[in-house]
């Protein structure tokens, strides 16, 4: 052991008859017994402490022979047994606790990495894969993507508003911006005379002046200024059949 508790009190009690250097010799012993942690070798420990002249070699057997006993040839000392043999008694406690607790964390560890071998294997086995991000796997072959289709932006037609105000107010003129996008899918512009004087006629039709005009959507999509200019040109007709009056 490398530290012992040092009792003044004690000490001088029992040393208070010494002179400098039987306190010195006394003290190289005491270190002494405490670092070997045994009894003494009289020769040994003569040689260890530097003992060299004769006065301290008078000096040193005085002070073996007053505070050490002498048991099989070897020189043992009371007091400091029971410091060193209590300072093993705790050190074998504190090692005894240190164990107990390291084998705890220890098997505590090897519980967590079981669970989470097992955790982890259980996963492997009932968790299926998701679907790949990318086709370089064996046997999966990546679909191509569909282009995405860019939006066709037709050009704001010139005549539409013409049209528009041209045809009669009623409830069933609608969807003006609908009515706008489709004329201008249909380059409408480029016929716009036609379909504007067509309106014209219709609408002081009898039919149209008694409120069964198409909407203006039906009108466009089914193209209906088509239709013959005979029929056109008389205002009691509309889409395409003749109204049949009295006498015919």
Not at 105 to 130: A, F, R, S
Request: hydrophobic letters at 30%.
């Amino acid at each position: 052991m490398y530290y012992y508790q040092h009792h003044i009190g004690d000490y001088r009690r029992d040393t208070g008859h010494l002179t400098l250097l039987e306190h010195g010799i006394y003290r190289q012993l005491l270190d002494l017994y405490y670092i070997t942690e045994k009894p003494l070798d009289k020769e040994v420990a003569k040689r260890l402490i530097g003992v060299r002249n004769t006065d301290e070699l008078q000096t040193y057997y005085g002070v073996l022979t007053e505070f050490f006993q002498e048991i099989d040839g070897k020189y043992v000392h009371k007091r400091c047994d029971y410091e060193i043999s209590r300072f093993k008694d705790k050190s074998d406690k504190a090692k005894k606790s240190i164990n107990l607790r390291w084998n705890k964390n220890k098997d505590l560890q090897n519980t967590n990495v079981l669970q989470t071998n097992n955790e982890g294997n259980t996963n492997l086995i009932t968790k299926e894969p998701k679907n790949p991000s990318n086709g370089d796997e064996v046997g999966i072959s990546k679909k191509p993507k569909k282009p995405k289709k860019e939006p066709i932006v037709y050009p704001d037609p010139l005549r539409f508003d013409e049209f528009w105000n041209t045809w009669p107010s009623s409830q069933r003129k609608i969807n003006k911006v609908s009515c706008r996008q489709k004329w201008a899918e249909k380059n409408l512009d480029a016929i716009a005379d036609k379909i504007i004087s067509h309106v014209k006629v219709l609408k002081v039709s009898k039919q149209w002046l008694d409120g069964f005009e198409p909407m203006p959507m039906t009108y466009i999509n089914q193209s209906r200024w088509e239709d013959s200019q005979d029929q056109v040109a008389d205002p009691n007709v509309l889409f395409g059949r003749r109204l049949i009056s009295g006498g015919e």
